[in-house]
């Protein structure tokens, strides 16, 4: 028996750091995209070879504990065939491989592409079947528990069910979604790598969640009433009790409660077809992200800087953890080589390294096949 899956990155449009903290997330699948084929085998060993690094790996499934240090690409594959086993599905030896157009390291979700494809796959060379929001949720795990990676559930989610020309709309606290109107036109997804290295980001990121976690317990009992996140805390609230945070707790507090507000507003104007609008909120979230949050960094801020100056660009944010990785800007395809070329002087001019351009429209989600 043999499987193809295809699964694509993701670029989070808005709601940024809001799913870890129950809250609602904005993403969308890209045309760009890992895929894996799969050939089912005797035994009980896997054999993965990833085409883009020239590596193969191999390891039995009867063996699958989590490994000590940094994570390699194929500990991704255990990672959720390990979860897959304590959802009850059997495993069989394989032979994978994976080619992948999906830039790695850039926080556009090329470890959850992995996951969903490799679990999709397993679960099909068993002989089983899946839904995607249950592998997304299996996947979710195996990144948290057995990479270690303290992730919300949006990359998987989104990887998984993401729909062509529509974005996403997930409430990370229910886990339900709906699919909302994408629908570009003349504009196209352009995605901008600052080529930054992301070393900051991990332990920046399990800080950020840590201060989140802080804030609850001081409003809660600030208030006399056990919150769960700052999900449940609105504006009003916080307002009353800020004085019981110091400034950084408060920041975060104010960011995650106005950016929630800032995904709902941004579903009402991809349903209006507003992108002026949805653009606008774009850029009132990376200005939260930048001076609240304190995620962003210097050659994020000149690629949205540089961005906002140029006619055709409706909008434009980091996207992702922070620290380095990507923006997005939601620019007219007529202004699109305009806009490389700005960012691009605006890069040389500063003394940073050449930036990577990668063009999208809203792509779809997981899928595979059997033969």
């Known amino acids: 028996m043999k499987v193809l899956a295809r699964a694509p990155g993701r670029v989070n449009l808005i709601g940024e750091h809001t799913d870890y903290n129950m809250g609602f997330v904005l993403p969308a699948a890209l045309d760009q995209a890992l895929s894996l084929y799969g050939r089912k085998t005797e035994g009980r060993v896997v054999t993965a070879y990833a085409a883009g690094l020239n590596a193969s790996a191999s390891f039995n499934l009867d063996q699958l504990e989590p490994v000590q240090g940094e994570p390699q690409w194929y500990d991704y594959i255990k990672a959720v065939f390990w979860s897959l086993r304590l959802e009850g599905f059997p495993l069989v030896g394989a032979e994978i491989e994976l080619n992948s157009n999906i830039p790695i390291g850039a926080g556009l979700s090329s470890s959850a592409a992995l996951e969903m494809a490799a679990g999709a796959a397993m679960v099909a060379l068993a002989g089983r079947s899946i839904s995607c929001d249950r592998l997304a ?10 990479i270690g990676v303290r992730c919300g559930i949006m990359d998987q989610f989104a990887v998984g069910l993401s729909r062509k020309d529509q974005a996403l709309f997930l409430d990370c606290r229910s886990r339900e979604y709906r699919h909302v109107p994408l629908i570009l036109g003349d504009y196209r997804l352009l995605i901008v790598d600052s080529r930054v290295n992301r070393s900051l980001a991990g332990s920046a990121y399990n800080r950020r969640r840590q201060e989140c976690e802080e804030a609850v317990e001081v409003i809660s ?3 006399g009433h056990q919150f769960n996140s700052l999900r449940e805390i609105n504006l009003e609230t916080l307002n009353r009790v800020g004085n019981f945070l110091t400034d950084p707790l408060y920041r975060r507090s104010l960011y995650v409660i106005e950016e929630n507000r800032r995904v ?6 991809l349903e209006r077809g507003d992108l002026e609008e949805f653009g606008a909120l774009m850029l009132s979230s990376h200005a939260g992200l930048r001076d609240l949050y ?3 960094c210097p050659e994020l801020d000149l690629i949205v800087d540089s961005a906002v100056v140029i006619d055709g660009v409706a909008g434009a944010r980091m996207t992702g953890a922070g620290f380095g990785g990507c923006a997005v800007a939601l620019v007219n395809r007529r202004s699109i080589d305009r806009l490389e070329k700005e960012i691009a002087r605006a890069f040389q001019d500063a003394g940073y390294r050449r930036p990577l351009f990668y063009l999208s429209t809203a792509g779809s989600g997981l899928s595979f096949e059997t033969f």
Do not use: G
């Open 294 to 296: 304190e995620v962003s």
């Open 264 to 269: 709902e507003s941004a579903v009402q104007s």
């Open 221 to 223: 009992k600030a208030c």
């Open 137 to 146: 949720i299996a996947c979710w795990r195996a990144e948290n528990e057995y």
